[in-house]
């Protein structure tokens, strides 16, 4: 798996998964909108680990080592 996400993408997703998984915290009470801060783990794994399957599919690189 080569890196794909890089920089400002990298933090933005890292950010963005920790706000959505913290909606499951928040939103507990709720009946069913607190299952929709788990998606906060796809952009936090992507993030962490420099790498998304997505944009190996459409072939983009934000990862300027890599380009």
Do not use: H, Q
Request: hydrophobic share 55%; proline share 4%; glycine share 10%.
């Amino acid at each position: 798996m080569k890196a794909n996400v890089g920089g400002a993408d990298r933090m933005l997703r890292i950010v963005a998964g920790i706000v959505l998984l913290a909606l499951v915290f928040i939103l507990k009470s709720e009946e069913s909108l607190w299952m929709w801060g788990f998606i906060g783990i796809v952009p936090l794994v992507t993030g962490l680990m420099k790498w998304c399957p997505l944009y190996t599919i459409i072939g983009l690189n934000s990862c300027p080592m890599n380009k």
